[in-house]
């Protein structure tokens, strides 16, 4: 079946605007999370929902980043007032829940840039 | 201390060969453990789970889980130059929580 998809692959912004990002989970993965990855680093968690709840959003940097996902499938993260350090790959993860529901698969992610 | 360390590499090994690729993590209280390749511009694909100790064989690719020690590898056989790749060690650190963390990745060369 489908895979995790996201959108836009690419986003450029200029410093100080607002941006969403997109994140589609395979179907029937109840679980979904945001990472965001620099440059020679690995994933870094942002947030967790369990269904339409964020059950863990402990990695959220500050308040200028918010994520939803209401009707627990799609789910939307928002950054506000964007700052160059922002720049990264973000990534979106979804897994089952049950015996194997540790095991998180990735999509492609967005490459979001801030001038 | 980093949570979950490893050596960035590059770990250039031949055609054929095994490559051993390891990993350390910090919280005792460390459930489940998993290796990720990423090609370069790709996002992480998941190629082994573990969560008890000792090996866990998948193909060509066999992860081994100490917790004793706090170390979990990974041993890819018969290396192909398609396993060049950054390999990524991720910990969950306890069942409740399910972020995962993760090393920084190390890089595998594999020479023709």
């Known amino acids: ?115 | 201390q980093k949570e979950v360390e490893q050596n960035s590499g590059p770990l250039s090994v031949p055609e054929g060969a095994i490559a051993s690729l390891n990993c350390t993590y910090s919280d005792r209280g460390s459930q489940s453990f998993f290796w990720y390749r990423q090609y370069s511009g790709k996002s992480p694909e998941l190629i082994m789970s573990i969560y008890s100790n000792g090996d866990k064989e998948d193909g060509r690719f066999t992860a081994q889980l100490n917790k004793a020690s706090q170390y979990v590898s990974l041993l890819i056989r018969d290396s192909q130059p398609s396993d060049s790749a950054t390999y990524l060690c991720a910990v969950n650190r306890d069942t409740g929580r399910r972020a995962l963390t993760f090393g920084s990745g190390t890089r595998l060369q594999v020479q023709p």
């Not at chain 1, 690995?42 to 269904?51: S, T």
């Open chain 1, 1 to 115: 079946g489908a895979g995790v998809s996201q959108t836009p692959s690419n986003k450029v912004t200029e410093k100080g605007k607002y941006v969403e990002l997109r994140c589609d989970p395979i179907s029937g993965h109840t679980a979904l999370y945001w990472y965001r990855q620099s440059l020679g680093q690995g994933p870094e968690f942002l947030i967790y929902f369990q269904g339409t709840g964020a059950a863990d959003d402990s990695g959220l940097p500050n308040d200028r980043f918010f994520a939803v996902r209401p009707e627990g499938s799609v789910s939307t993260l928002k950054i506000q007032r964007t700052e160059r350090g922002d720049s990264a790959v973000y990534l979106c993860a979804s897994s089952l829940m049950g015996l194997a529901s540790h095991e998180q698969f990735f999509g492609p992610g967005t490459r979001l840039t801030v001038l």
